[in-house]
C-alpha cells in the first residue's frame, strides 16, 4: 500500500526567505512519480512540481525545487524567494506506475509573514 | 483552454435528495477520478475510470456512484446525500496511469444539512 507523511500541520516563513515542506512516502512500486499541487484560500489545485523515482536530478520550476532523497523516501519541497502570495495549502501525493490512484498527504499550511 | 469543469462550485442540500456533480474535460484525457477532501486527511480517491464504461471503487466509494458514458464526461451521484458527505469534491483526469499528474478541476464545496 501507498502512503505519503507530512509531518508539518502548519508553517511559518518570513518574506523572502526559503522554506522546507517536508513530505516522506511509502511505496512498494519500483516506479512512481511524486508531486506537489498548491491549493490556495481560493480552493483549486494547482501542480507545481514532479519527480520520477528514476530521475537522477532533483527537479526545478522557477522558485521550487524537490529535494528527493530516494533511499530516506523523501520528496521534500523547497520554496525560495518566499512571496506573500506564496501562502496556501501544499500537498505532497504520489502515483505509482501500476497505480489508478494518486495517494495525498494531508497537507501543510503555509503561511508567509510579510 | 485545456481543462476540467465541474459544476456546481457550490451546492446546499438536504439529506436524502438526490444531485449530481458534473465532470467534463477537454483533454481526450482517458483517466479520470473522483477525490473528496475533508480537513487533516488530504484528498482520498472515491471512484476512478480508466475508460469509458471502465469504472472502479477507490478508498471512499460508499454512498457515491458514477458513470462513464462518453470519455469526457465523469459524473457524480449521490443518490441520498447524508450530512458525512459534507465535503470539498475534485475531479480530476490524466492522461494515462501511472507517472501522469492529475488535472483538477475547480472543486464543488458539497453540504448536506
Known amino acids: 500500500a501507498q502512503k505519503i507523511t507530512q509531518t508539518q500541520p502548519g508553517m511559518f516563513v518570513q518574506e523572502k526567505e526559503a522554506v522546507t515542506l517536508d513530505c516522506t512516502y511509502d511505496t512498494s512500486d519500483p516506479s512512481y512519480g511524486l508531486f506537489w499541487y498548491k491549493q490556495p484560500s481560493s480552493g483549486e489545485m494547482i501542480f507545481l512540481i514532479y519527480?520520477?523515482?528514476?530521475?537522477?536530478q532533483n527537479a526545478t520550476e522557477g522558485r521550487y525545487s524537490l529535494n528527493f532523497q530516494k533511499a530516506r523516501k523523501s520528496a521534500n519541497l523547497v520554496i525560495s524567494a518566499s512571496q506573500l502570495g506564496d501562502s496556501a495549502m501544499y500537498f505532497c501525493a504520489m502515483r505509482g506506475y501500476n497505480n489508478n490512484d494518486m495517494r495525498f498527504g494531508a497537507g501543510t499550511r503555509l503561511t508567509v509573514k510579510p | 483552454e485545456a481543462q476540467v469543469t465541474q459544476n456546481p462550485r457550490y451546492l446546499i442540500t438536504v439529506t436524502g435528495k438526490k444531485l449530481t456533480v458534473t465532470c467534463s474535460q477537454n483533454m481526450n484525457h482517458e483517466y479520470m477520478s473522483w477525490y473528496r477532501q475533508d480537513p487533516g486527511l488530504g484528498l482520498r480517491q472515491i471512484y476512478y475510470?480508466?475508460?469509458?464504461?471502465?469504472?472502479d471503487k477507490g478508498d471512499v466509494p460508499e454512498g457515491y456512484k458514477v458513470s462513464r458514458k462518453e470519455k469526457r464526461n465523469f459524473p457524480l451521484i449521490l443518490e441520498s446525500p447524508s450530512p458525512n458527505q459534507t465535503s470539498l469534491y475534485f475531479c480530476a483526469s490524466s492522461f494515462s496511469r501511472g507517472l501522469s499528474g492529475y488535472t483538477f478541476g475547480s472543486g464543488t464545496r458539497l453540504t448536506v444539512v
Open positions: 519527480q520520477g523515482s528514476y530521475d537522477q
Open positions: 475510470s480508466m475508460n469509458v464504461e471502465v469504472t
